[in-house]
């Protein structure tokens, strides 16, 4: 597999983090690198396989429908960038 | 060319939980911004969400009641998108394994009975909401509905017309509320509703490239923008152009759906398993305890009131719209078993009509049934006349003699005279005065009849029993 | 006292040699005059580590204290805890005061401990030097060139340096484990899903276990004691009866079966960590232990493996930080993907980003399948390789680490070198097994070595055993760089 510039600016933009041509240069030779060694893992025949998703075979346990929390917004706004009439402001979203 | 609709609806159901799907924060609607956003809401550093049983039970009731397919073990997985009221900057659903899978609803459109096949019904968590009031050019972002828990509920492309896809979410919309796992209110977003629709030529079975109208929050928005929407994509494949999958949305205020996003810019959510959950069972011992709790179906009882009572087909839907409308005729008719349709048309008429222009439901009727069921006897024991009944009803919703009906019968005397030899007396001096009418009748002229009849009514004062006037009056014009 | 261990320091506080309040006092003191530098903390609050030292000798002085009242921890900047800045070692949590308390941070509060700083760290757990700290590198004690290791450096050079008796550390692929064994220290990871992920700021959820970091297999076993526990907000937290991690300490190791992974012991290793493993293979024996080959066919590939599941997990649990709710905001941007955008490239590190942007790929469409279930699947068949292994043997030992620590700015240019420092540590966060580091002499330059010692599920008291009667015989662990 090889990876291109344009590819790194697409995950880029795909995961919200700015990147310039400089930027996304060394990040491909990088990133090449590192696709490299993960490429090993297809050396191994995996078709009979199921995946692991967690260490351990336990099964989801369930909380009762109950209400457990109080209202603290000062206390959760007071490290929020901007705060307005208890809103978090953000620029314009557009719809 | 003849053109054939094809419409799949996606119905976002709000589950009417006390707390959040993953959180123990209140779902409760309309408090002040961000007071019931708790430190899992809010996607904190290091917060982990515990899915709530309530949710859980919720989405297998309604796989039960659509006969679907509970899926055990169904999966969490993670939906990766940006988005300001989307605080962990993605949202937790289902995706390869939901928890309810296949079942179907039974529709009536244009009077043809016909059956929607669900594909999925699947848990997920609530988005907050963007509030575009002017913050100096900023929006504000209230998280009180984030992780508010949602059914979202699928159907296959089965309808072919707006009519069967507002039939069929109406359908929706009642079972859920029927079976109490959402309050079904469209004006605060409990049930939301987004249509993909597509054409394509009549007789041909290659689906057409579809769209995906958002957020049409009332049955008539629901109507109009797949009309629309139908009339748009004809209109440009009868132009030789071709169609754009894309996401639109409905202007209500112009009547129209605009491109939201095409497909080139859709997102690449790369969905994975959510390893802060773990699969979910459902055991088999849960799933008939929440069988045994469900009650009866809208299409069970609908069935049932044709069968045991006689109604129309019409009449039975009408009345199991929602359950508390059957709840109320049901508890009506247990006291006046022999009078079903009486019963029916009363509640589909009067009640309906009064609540209707009240803008009330049927659990605020300040009428019971059992107050309901005792005016209705009092029509079929011939005690008052359909017309009297009326003036009744209306004192009783007004709450006057503490809606006593025969108090009320009494106090403004609206009692039948339904006593023969009364009516005999009344009928004899009526003719005794009118011996032209008399005449006039027995020359043949039917109309002197019903002229004879307004006079002994009205002698009556209008209290006279008017079946026993016809035939008294008849046996005596005959004698 | 700066060398005592917990159970010597309980004793003291007991029998009033010391207050709370002025072993407190003390420790506070050392960390002034040391940690310019070392740099291990990132925050140090007096007021509130001195008031809980006063409600602790409160504690002590109406007999309600348990082993750890009053004795100061270091909590790794990865756990919330309220009213302290909480950075995670990232730009982005700069400004954070935590609103509320990690289950393990509650736990300590509980047992009377005193929370005496928040302990460096690789941003975001990401990093096997302490290099990726938004808050600067870290010093390796025992030379001040080398790096501590990563990505619990803080809490490595803490406890080397004696600034404080012990702390807390979380390991995904290793980072309590080779930090201890490049500073000379004992750390433990548990069985995933014994100690509370509450609260622990999440960098790949299904490989993260928080575990402690001391100078003995013996004070491993008094923190255990408190940060293990059922949290029913977590919900990969086990549901067990409680233990007692002390109670096989003293038993004797005759008939203990060893497993030696081959796999471990090929090239890579050093000379002079191979030589080490064998002298403590040595003691070993002597202490009545026999040693067996195992094999292992898979673990060569759980760094692959591991860099495919852990940044795909990040990439998703790091995108709530968008500087929207809380955290850096960038002070300039044209409009809302921009700030978005912005923030990010500017909140994070190299080094975060990069894990980002590996597990955005690898889970985008057309490469899920590639990359992330074959990882899966093999993740499958390197926890059968080690179930199979156990069926010979009784307890898996090998290096912690393939070199001792290297040297500031050695390997931070190139990050598969660096990530390779985790090849022997990783497969124990994908199989979800605990496994432990304890110090067993030194290497070139004089820096330590650790071995790494990786039991079956559930085995945490069998391998404190198997390290502590080590421990009776050796005394690696009593060495200190100060």
């Known amino acids: 597999m090889t990876l291109s510039v344009n590819d790194v600016k697409r995950i880029a933009d795909l995961a919200y983090i700015e990147i310039n041509d400089v930027e996304a240069k060394e990040t491909l030779d990088q990133l090449s690198g590192i696709f490299d060694l993960i490429e090993t893992m297809q050396a191994v025949d995996t078709s009979t396989v199921e995946p692991m998703s967690h260490a351990q075979s336990v099964l989801q346990r369930l909380r009762e429908d109950e209400v457990t929390e109080a209202d603290q917004h000062e206390l959760y706004q007071s490290s929020a960038p901007q705060v307005e009439a208890d809103l978090y402001l953000v620029p314009q979203v557009i719809e | 060319m003849q053109w054939e609709i094809v419409i799949g609806l996606e119905v976002h159901a709000q589950l009417s939980t ?12 309309g408090a002040p911004p961000n007071t019931q956003a708790c430190v899992i809401d809010l996607a904190l550093p290091g917060v982990l969400p515990v899915l709530n049983k309530g949710a859980v039970e919720r989405a297998i009731k309604f796989g039960l ?45 244009d009077g043809v009975d016909k ?158 398993p959510d390893p802060d959950l773990l699969p979910l069972e459902i055991s088999a011992n849960w799933i008939e305890q929440v069988r045994s709790a469900l009650p009866e179906l809208p299409q069970a009882r609908r069935d049932r009131y044709i069968s045991e009572f006689g109604l129309s087909g019409y009449d039975a839907s009408v009345l199991t719209s929602s359950r508390e409308t059957a709840d109320y005729f049901e508890a009506t008719v247990r006291q006046l078993p022999a009078q079903a349709k009486l019963c029916a048309n009363w509640i589909m008429g009067e009640i309906s009509g009064q609540l209707n222009k009240e803008g009330q439901e049927i659990t605020d009727c300040p009428i019971t049934p059992s107050q309901l069921a005792m005016l209705l006897e009092r029509i079929a024991d011939g005690t008052i006349s359909g017309k009297a009944a009326k003036t009744v009803f209306e004192s009783m919703w007004s709450g006057e003699l503490e809606k006593n009906v025969d108090a009320i019968i009494a106090a403004k005397g609206l009692k039948q005279i339904s006593d023969e030899s009364a009516i005999e007396k009344l009928v004899d001096q009526v003719l005794a005065a009118n011996e032209q009418q008399v005449a006039d009748y027995r020359n043949g002229k039917e109309k002197a009849f019903n002229s004879l009849v307004g006079l002994i009514m009205k002698a009556a004062q209008g209290k006279a029993n008017p079946a026993q006037v016809n035939t008294i009056l008849r046996n005596k014009l005959a004698g | 006292m700066f060398n005592a ?44 580590s001195l008031a809980q030292a006063k409600a602790a000798d409160k504690m002590i002085a109406t007999g309600q204290a348990g082993p750890l009242t009053g004795i100061p921890i270091a909590q790794k900047d990865i756990f919330c805890a309220k009213g302290w800045l909480t950075t995670c070692g990232s730009k982005m949590l700069s400004n954070f005061v935590s609103p509320y308390d990690a289950g393990v941070i509650e736990r300590f509060n509980q047992a009377g401990a005193i929370n005496i700083g928040k302990t460096n760290m690789d941003e975001f757990a990401m990093g096997s030097s302490n290099e990726t700290s938004y808050y ?36 995904t692929g290793g980072s309590i484990r080779q930090p201890a064994a490049l500073c000379g220290i004992c750390g433990i990871k548990p069985t995933y899903g014994l100690v509370s992920r509450y609260g622990m700021i999440a960098f790949a959820s299904s490989l993260d276990q928080g575990g402690p970091m001391a100078k003995t297999a013996e ?230 070595i650790g071995l790494h010692i990786i039991g079956n599920y559930f085995k945490e008291a069998q391998m404190l055993n198997i390290a502590h009667q080590y421990q009776l015989v050796t005394d690696w662990h009593l060495k200190s760089p100060v």
């Open chain 2, 65 to 109: 009641s659509v006969g679907a397919k509970i899926n055990s073990p169904s999966v969490f997985a993670r939906k990766n998108y940006f988005y300001p009221d989307l605080p962990k900057g993605y949202q937790i659903s289902q995706y390869e394994l939901p928890v309810v899978q296949g079942g179907s609803i039974h529709i009536q459109a």
């Open chain 3, 5 to 48: 261990s917990l159970k010597q320091l309980s004793i003291q506080l007991a029998e009033k040699e010391i207050s709370s309040t002025e072993l407190t006092t003390q420790f506070l003191q050392r960390i002034k005059q040391h940690n310019p530098e070392y740099n291990a903390f990132i925050t140090v609050n007096e007021e509130i």
């Open chain 2, 115 to 272: 059956i929607i096949y669900l594909t999925r019904a699947h848990l997920e968590e609530d988005a907050g909401k963007s509030l575009h009031e002017d913050f100096h050019g900023m929006s504000g972002i209230d998280l009180n509905r984030a992780g508010t828990p949602l059914l979202e509920i699928v159907s296959e492309p089965d309808m072919r017309s707006s009519k069967e896809a507002v039939a069929y979410a109406k359908m929706l919309h009642g079972l859920v509320r029927w079976i109490g796992i959402c309050d079904g209110n469209m004006q605060e977003g409990s049930f939301r509703c987004d249509a993909n629709v597509s054409v394509r030529p009549h007789g041909t079975e290659k689906l057409g490239t579809r769209c995906e109208i958002k957020n049409l929050n009332s049955f008539r928005f629901l109507e109009k923008a797949i009309d629309y929407e139908a009339r748009r994509q004809i209109e440009i494949l009868e132009d030789g152009g071709t169609i754009r999958q894309e996401t639109r949305l409905y202007d209500a205020s112009k009547d129209e759906t605009r491109t939201m996003r095409t497909k080139e810019d859709a997102n690449d959510y790369r969905y994975f």
């Open chain 2, 18 to 29: 006390q707390s959040k799907i993953f959180s123990g924060a209140s779902t409760a609607y």
């Open chain 3, 136 to 171: 600067g590198i870290v010093k390796n004690p025992w030379d001040i060139a080398a790096v501590p290791g990563g990505s619990s450096g803080g809490a490595a050079c803490a406890v080397a340096a004696r600034l404080a008796p012990a702390a807390t550390g979380t390991d």
């Open chain 3, 219 to 448: 004070d491993l076993a008094l923190l255990l004691n408190v940060m293990i526990g059922f949290d029913p907000r977590d919900s990969t937290s086990l549901q067990r009866d409680a233990e007692n991690y002390a109670r096989d300490l003293q038993k004797p190791l005759a008939g203990l079966r060893i497993g030696l992974p081959k796999e471990y012991f090929a090239e890579g290793m050093s000379h002079d960590v191979a030589s080490a493993i064998e002298k403590a293979l040595v003691e070993y024996r002597k202490l009545g232990a026999q040693t067996v080959e195992v094999s292992l066919p898979n673990a060569p590939l759980s760094i692959p493996v591991y860099y495919v599941l852990a940044p795909a997990e990040a990439s998703s649990n790091l995108s709530r930080f968008d500087g929207v709710r809380y955290g850096y905001r960038a002070p300039s941007y044209s409009d809302l993907a921009d700030m978005y955008r912005k923030t990010r490239a500017q909140g994070f590190g190299a080094e975060v980003k990069r894990r980002i942007l590996i597990g955005t790929y690898v889970l985008s469409h057309g490469y899920y399948d590639a990359y992330y279930i074959k990882a899966q699947k093999l993740r499958r068949l390197i926890a059968q390789d080690f179930t199979e292994a156990y069926k010979q043997c009784d307890i898996i030992m090998g290096p912690t680490t393939p070199t001792v620590a290297f040297n500031l700015g050695e390997k931070s240019g190139d990050p598969i070198q660096m990530y390779l420092s985790d090849i022997y540590t990783s497969a124990a966060n994908l199989t979800g097994m605990p496994a432990m580091s304890i110090p067993i002499g030194f290497g070139d330059k004089n820096r330590p």
